[in-house]
């Protein structure tokens, strides 16, 4: 896509990178941009929250774990699912996977508790063939797998990380953390990228209606200060609104939902490469599983969703956007679409477990409401 042009030249000139960062961290009068030099948040408590697992009954039931087997959990994040696995099934081994560094940590605290059987692996899905073949874990070797994507509550929670719009911190929004300096933040993203590549992320991964007219709000807001925090991102969005439709969107629990939520949304899946990289964790979970190995994939937006369900259905993951008008267009042509699956499915990988997705129970929601849009598709490989 176009935008990508721009990161293309981040990617292929890190110094400009750099330079372009540590002018922005001056130019800056609150604290610095991206975690960088002299950034600091004192907003962030000592004691991580914790990550509370989403629908975790259900996962330990699906993943039907026997014990001594080995399981793959591609998002350890706060080791909520991982802990309740090795608590409940004797002498299970866990491959802990995460790309951010403070994850593992958690991860490599639990592999002490747990001599043996916590193996904790730093690393994208991108990377997880080449973790495991370090590892001598051959393809094919895997008892089941668990994917539970997006983002865990510690990155959330925390201020300095700039994922949330309701904490103010620098706007970074990496997972990896600190792990490819020269890797571009979502400051990086609203304060370089023109307007049109800026609507057209707006567009492609926050479905945000708005869309240009928010990419127009950031141009003109950034020629006056350069948007380096999450609050003035947040306003610089609300500016372009009446007050009155700033709070008037609604989220699952029928919650007032702030105006930027989808500009949040888009800008960090748009800075890690999610949906690449979740189409790339589920071709590696493919190879990764035995005959008969079972994968559990929990989605929380309909474009993780979309795509999952295709990729298990062993679509054409190219001709995405054709399936998805099909679905639009479902009046009057199911019967079509019901053929194009059939063709699909002739080499198919997957057996369905459930026929229908599983969603979290009304009490889990109540609890946890960063649950409520959850998902949760049960496959077993071929
Ligand atoms: C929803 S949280 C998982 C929470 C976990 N199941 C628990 O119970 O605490 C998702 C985690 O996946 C990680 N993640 C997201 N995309 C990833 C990727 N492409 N490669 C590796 N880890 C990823 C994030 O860093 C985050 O820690």
Redesign the pocket.
């Known amino acids: 896509m176009l935008f990508n042009a721009k990161i293309m030249i981040w990617k292929t000139s890190p110094a400009a990178l750099t330079a372009w960062r540590s002018l922005m961290w001056k130019l800056s009068s609150a604290a610095g941009l991206c975690s960088g030099p002299g950034s600091s948040d004192s907003s962030v408590s000592d004691e991580k929250p914790?990550?509370?697992?989403?629908m975790?009954k259900e996962i330990l039931h699906y993943l039907d774990l026997k014990p001594a087997q080995v399981v793959l959990?591609?998002?350890?994040?706060?080791?909520?699912?991982?802990?309740?696995i090795l608590n409940t099934v004797p002498e299970v081994t866990v491959l802990a996977?995460?790309?951010?560094p403070?994850?593992i940590s958690l991860a490599q605290q639990l592999a002490k508790q747990h001599f043996g059987r916590v193996k904790p692996l730093l690393?994208?899905?991108?990377?997880?063939e080449a973790l495991m073949s370090n590892m001598n874990i051959k393809p094919g070797s895997i008892d089941a797998v668990?994917?539970?994507?997006?983002?865990?509550?510690?990155?959330m929670d925390q201020a300095k990380r700039g994922f949330s719009l309701s904490k103010d911190g620098p706007l970074d929004m990496r997972?990896?953390g600190e792990r490819y300096p020269d890797m571009p933040c979502a400051a990086d993203v609203v304060n370089t990228l023109d307007q049109q590549a800026l609507a057209s992320i707006l567009t492609a991964y926050g479905e945000e209606r708005h869309a240009r007219k928010i990419a127009s709000a950031i141009v003109e807001a950034r020629r006056v200060n350069p948007i380096t925090r999450t609050h003035q991102l947040a306003s610089v969005v609300a500016g372009a609104f009446p007050a009155s439709i700033v709070h008037a969107r609604k989220d699952r629990l029928h919650r007032p939902a702030h105006i930027a939520t989808k500009t949040f949304q888009a800008l960090r899946i748009f800075v890690?490469?999610?949906l690449k990289?979740?189409h790339?964790?589920l071709c590696a979970a493919r190879s990764a599983l035995k005959p008969g190995g079972r994968l559990c994939v929990?989605t929380?937006h309909s474009l993780e969703d979309r795509l999952v369900k295709h990729f298990l259905q062993d679509r054409d993951l190219s001709h995405l956007e054709q399936c998805h008008f099909i679905e639009n267009k479902r009046n009057g042509r199911r019967e079509k679409l019901v053929d194009k699956n059939r063709e699909c499915n002739k080499n198919a990988h997957w057996f369905p477990v459930q026929r229908k997705v599983v969603t979290p129970e009304k009490d889990d929601v109540r609890e946890n409401p960063r649950g409520r849009s959850a998902k949760l598709r049960v496959v077993l490989r071929r």
């Not at 996977?97 to 951010?100: A, F, I, K, P, S």
């Not at 994917?147 to 510690?154: Q, W």
Request: charged residues 25%; aromatic residues 6%.
């Open positions: 914790p990550h509370t697992p989403v975790l959990d591609m998002t350890f994040g706060g080791g909520g699912h991982t802990k309740a996977l995460d790309r951010d403070e994850a690393g994208r899905f991108s990377e997880l668990l994917l539970d994507a997006g983002c865990s509550s510690m990155q997972m990896d890690n490469d999610e990289e979740l790339t964790g929990i929380f």
